[in-house]
């Protein structure tokens, strides 16, 4: 198990401070967010209130530290992936207040807070998700375009990621799949889906961002995929083993809403075990970057140790 971050493909490991790496992107991406979206005051006052709310309650912002590490790996720039790592935190943003929409999850804490329909009202929080999936588009469309890669096609990547194939097929398949006794094939497709799909989308749209080589796309796509997979084993690992306070959200829902999830059907143990087999596998999807890649590597090992 990669316990630290180390280059692959390089030849002398080489240590990496993440926590001032996240930090960093996290006030980055933070400053980024507010320019783009409408200020506080801007009428109709209420909804602006309502998506900031959501969008700067504390979350975790790996998807846009995913979608930057990304573009770095491939010799690209900060400044190029930011509106698109951006987009990608506001369609995230937009699925967790959907989420918990009494209709869905009935969740009352998000990120530490009330949830948003706790603070705005269930119409207000529908149209705040409504809202920043839209924002999400029009920051992607606003933005600079590159030779290998179209408006078209950063606008597809990012349709195809939350639409009724991936993103809503996983919530779907999740809702439906609620009290049922579900094999663990089933149980990847929604994974795939429902979490995969956008830390997938957001490493592929980094690259995307500086230009990489249909090879480089390829091995992103892989490492996104399977982070984006152990990402969600350690989420229902963290469902179990952590308290209200630690996660920011409601501990134990899992087993309260009789979901099935890896932890309910191998137990805690085995599901670390394929967590840290799906790690292993996005870390030598790297191998192509030559030791470039040492952000994602962090992240990657991070997202298998966090907890929350
Ligand atoms: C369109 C009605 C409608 C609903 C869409 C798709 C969807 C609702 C919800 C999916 C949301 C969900 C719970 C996805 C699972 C991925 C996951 C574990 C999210 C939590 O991500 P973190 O830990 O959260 O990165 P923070 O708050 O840190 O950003």
């Known amino acids: 198990m990669p316990a630290t971050a180390t280059r692959a ?16 992107r996290t006030k980055a991406v933070n400053r980024a967010l507010d320019r783009f979206l409408p200020r506080a005051t ?7 209130k309502a998506m900031r709310y ?35 935190e506001c369609i995230h943003t937009y699925s967790l207040i959907h989420d918990d929409l009494p209709a869905m999850d009935n ?27 839209t924002q999400a588009f029009e920051i992607a ?17 990012i349709a195809h990621a939350a639409g009724s194939l991936q993103l ?11 009290g049922k006794k579900i094999p663990a094939g089933e149980l990847k497709y929604i994974h795939e889906r429902k979490t995969s799909a ?18 480089q796309l390829k091995a992103l796509t892989d490492f996104g995929y399977n982070v984006g997979l152990a ?8 469902d179990i083993t952590q308290t209200t306070e630690q996660l920011g959200k409601t501990a134990g829902k899992d087993t309260a809403a009789q979901k099935a999830t890896y932890p309910s059907i191998v137990g805690l143990e085995e599901s670390r075990r394929i967590a840290q087999r799906l790690t292993n596998r996005a870390f030598a999807a790297l191998k192509i970057f030559r030791g470039k890649a040492i952000a994602l590597e962090a992240l990657a090992v991070h997202l298998l140790q966090r907890d929350r």
Request: aromatic share 6%; with cysteine; glycine share 10%.
């Open 9 to 24: 493909g390089a030849r002398h490991p080489q240590p990496f401070d993440l926590q001032a790496y996240l930090s960093d």
């Open 42 to 48: 801007t009428r109709p006052a209420t909804i602006h």
């Open 54 to 88: 959501s969008l700067f309650a504390g979350g975790k912002r790996m998807r846009p530290a995913l979608c930057l590490a990304a573009a770095e790996a491939c010799g690209g720039s900060v400044e190029d992936a930011m509106p698109l790592a951006c987009a990608v």
């Open 107 to 133: 969740d009352d804490y998000r990120r530490g807070k009330p949830t948003n329909h706790k603070v705005f009202g269930e119409g207000l929080a529908i149209l705040a998700g409504d809202a920043l999936l």
């Open 141 to 157: 469309a606003k933005c600079q375009s590159w030779s290998r890669y179209s408006h078209r096609d950063i606008i597809l990547e």
């Open 168 to 178: 809503i097929a996983g919530q779907v398949a999740d809702l439906e799949g609620e």
């Open 198 to 215: 956008l830390l997938c989308c957001s490493v592929r749209l980094g690259g995307m961002s500086a230009n990489c080589t249909a090879a």
């Open 231 to 238: 990402f969600q084993i350690i989420d229902d690992i963290l």
